[in-house]
Structures are given as structure tokens and as C-alpha cells.
């Protein structure tokens, strides 16, 4: 059974940091591109970042290019977002999801998998 857990999530002012895990298992992990998503109250879920299987390649959505780095860890199945700079309207729910082609995609439909989310706040 595949599964995906996300952590890290919580409460930051604005400027502060995060960083979100998210450990799969039932998965070939090496071999599934993963992304970041994420959803704001009253909003659709949007693309944030992704990363080959290999973790040679990576993308993100311009409003957080610079400021988030997705990164993974194939021995520890486990995919990160760092997060710094944070402002207020990075609030959402974030979600990692799984993509059995191996590339990643700014596309929530190219993904097979999805964790069931972790909320990140950015408030003083």
C-alpha cells in the first residue's frame, strides 16, 4: 500500500523558516518523481516544486523560486521543502505527491500519489 506522510508543518512568523518532509513507503521511491503542492482556503491547489527521481532536476513556481528548495533523500524515501523568507501568503495546506514516470510535473494530474497534507501558517 502506498503511502505518504508530510511533517513540519506549523505556525511561523513572517520571515521565519520550514522545512516539510515527506516520507513514502509501499513505493519504489528512487524511481518516482516528486512534487510539492499546495492549497490556500478558497483557492485551488497550485504547483510549487518538483524533483526528479534522480534529484538531478528540479523546478519550481516563480513565486518561490529563491526562497524554496525541494530536495530528497532516495536512501531515506523521503523527499524536503525548505522553506525560508516565508510571508503570509505562502499559507496553505502543503502536499508531496508521487509521479510514477520518474520526471515531476507542474501538473497535479501527471501525479499516481498523494499525502494527505500538513498546514503551514505564516502569521505574527
Known amino acids: 500500500q502506498v503511502q505518504l506522510v508530510e511533517s513540519g508543518g506549523g505556525l511561523v512568523q513572517p520571515g521565519g523558516s520550514l522545512r516539510l518532509s515527506c516520507e513514502a513507503s509501499?513505493?519504489?521511491?528512487?524511481?518516482?518523481?516528486m512534487g510539492w503542492f499546495r492549497q490556500a482556503p478558497g483557492k485551488e491547489r497550485e504547483f510549487v516544486a518538483c524533483?526528479?527521481?534522480?534529484?538531478?532536476?528540479?523546478y519550481y513556481t516563480d513565486s518561490v523560486r529563491g526562497r524554496f528548495t525541494i530536495s530528497r533523500d532516495n536512501a531515506k524515501n523521503t523527499v524536503y521543502l525548505q522553506m525560508i523568507s516565508l510571508k503570509p501568503e505562502d499559507t496553505a495546506v502543503y502536499y508531496c505527491?508521487?509521479?510514477?514516470?520518474?520526471?515531476?510535473?507542474?501538473?497535479?494530474?501527471?501525479?499516481?500519489?498523494w499525502g494527505q497534507g500538513t498546514q503551514v501558517t505564516v502569521s505574527s
Open positions: 505527491a508521487a509521479d510514477v514516470d520518474g520526471l515531476g510535473s507542474v501538473l497535479a494530474a501527471q501525479y499516481d500519489f
Open positions: 509501499g513505493v519504489t521511491f528512487s524511481a518516482y518523481g
Open positions: 524533483v526528479s527521481s534522480s534529484g538531478r532536476a528540479s
